[in-house]
């Protein structure tokens, strides 16, 4: 075996086997597709934007292998803010996230976006993710647009 | 020759062993969260009836919007300071079923205020078109409060039963 | 007799209310809905913030605001305006109509445009009226007693414009004067809407005394439909005898609405002295 040769294979195989990033030469990625937005809300009044929201609920879209297992975890916002230093409290729930290996919010399984999501990607290597939550204002909230940044995180599991 | 081959399989060794770092790698992507408090919405509350209680016929009882424990009570809340325009459609009479009885407001039968308790509000008639600003405060003190009274006038001949009737209250900001 | 004068006299209990004994409210937000020809689609979120359920219904109706001979500011609702007026009530429709909000609940409505074919360019108007009804409590008793039953009813009214192709507003300012009232300035402003666009700002009224400085200030949301004339009363309470400057201005400034939304007109200003004894 030639020196080149056996470094390349060495490198191939230990990735193969550990699951990293790029996986059978696609790489995983991960966009965002569309905002978090709680479109009218009203001092005192929880607002609630459900995952099945078309228009105002967080999305996004992972690339990958085909049918490789993926790692997927939320970074969710506390609170979003203002300028003057002003906060609205923002809360999520069990059923706060849905997923799909088809672009199809409707048929989307529920998942807790509080705690890691395990799934496996499509034939396509496609998964797609919506988020939901729910704005606590205050009775005393002042006017205003508030903002806040919503991360995924995704790794393959080497699975 | 032998030292070359045991230096190759050392350097993929080395290799197999650095490459589970690249296990780990992540992608991540960011949405952003966004939301607009308004604090221009125009509601009404209701927070107590308009109650006759038991009438003597023949025997007109008064509700005075002002002094009237029984008066009814509504709570607006909308923009601070912006003007808004009530209108009330009131009837004429009260009925149940083929028997009515008349009922009349005026000047002690509307009264409105800006805050505070319902002996320092202000009467106004409520046929008339009451023209008045919200409360010039953020949320939740951007109120106004409107008292409603009344006079009935149960004939001597009064067939007994409940009588009733609707009062409708319009509310509109006269500046849009 | 006792008896018989007892039994005569129970009573016509007369439940005139204007609400259930559970307490019920409702908020509608936006107050002005804007329209354009492209999306011709608006929305009106309506929120049960009470404890009980709300029968809501949605309909629309043209109205502006107006004035009364005494200057009074009023907003006129006509149930057929003539041919040439601009109105969308007859073709903005809101859907649903009639709702059922449970408490803590929030209801969309949706205001779908459909202009008749060939509608000038221009602005269009109509009033949404939404009427809430609380639930009704439940009577209870047998024939011989009195008995209670409750019934109200609430329309909170917010406008919608439509707007279809070029617009523009401005102002005429027709009259301004103000005068000592006794315990307050009145004035008397008249402004007549200039352009195809309803005239969307806010009126300033200023007291300024001889070195210049402002001693009072007022200031009205002002929308301007058609034409109008109206009185204002401002109370005048501690500002001491002397000549003053009364300063009117009237410009597309509002805080209340999307800046998206207003349409920039000049401001228009003028200042009369007046006298406060």
Known sequence: MRWGSAVLAAMVAAAAGAGGAEAQGRPLSVSGANQLTFAAVFPGVPEMVSRTDAVNAGAFQVRGANTKEVLLTFTLPAMLSAAGGRSLPLQFGPNDGGWNTQNDLATARAFDPRVNLVVRTSQQGRLFLWLGGTALPSATQAAGAYTGTLTLTAAYTGN | MRRRRVLRAAAVAALALLAPVAAFAQ??????????????????????????GAAVPGVPVTVNARTGATAGMYEIHGARNAEIAITMALPTQLSTGFWTMPVTFGNTSGCWRRQGGQNGCNFWNPSTVLVERIRNNNPPNNQFLVWIGGTVTPSAAQHTGVYLANITMSVVYTGN | MRRTLGIGTALAMAALTLGPLVSWAVLVAPHAVFIDARTRTGLVYLINTGTSAEEITVETRFGYPDTDSAGGIFV??????????????????????????????????????????????????????????????????????????????????????YRNGQVQTGIRLDEFRADDGGDSLVAW?????????????????RLRDAAGRVVREWETPTAVYYSLHRRFAFPLDSVPPGAYTAQLEVSTARSDLPAANILRAAPVEQSNPVEIR
């Open chain 3, 76 to 161: 006129r609702m006509i149930d057929e305006p003539p041919a040439e007026a601009p109105s969308a009530a007859g073709w903005i429709r809101p859907f649903p109509r009639r709702v059922v909000v449970q408490p803590g609940e929030r209801q969309v409505i949706r205001l779908l445009a459909q202009p008749p074919a060939g509608l000038p360019e221009g602005e269009y108007w109509t009033r949404l009226v939404v009427t809430s009804r609380g639930a009704q409590v439940a009577v209870q008793g047998s024939d011989s007693v009195v008995r209670a039953g409750i019934s109200l009813i609430v329309s909170t009214i917010i406008s919608v414009t």
């Open chain 3, 189 to 205: 402003v008249g402004l007549t809407r200039q352009g195809n666009a309803a005239y969307l700002g806010t009126t300033w009224i």
């Open chain 2, 27 to 52: 992608v991540t992507a960011a949405v952003g969260v966004s939301a607009t408090i308004s604090t221009t919405a125009l509601s009404i509350a209701q927070q107590s009836d308009l109650d006759f």
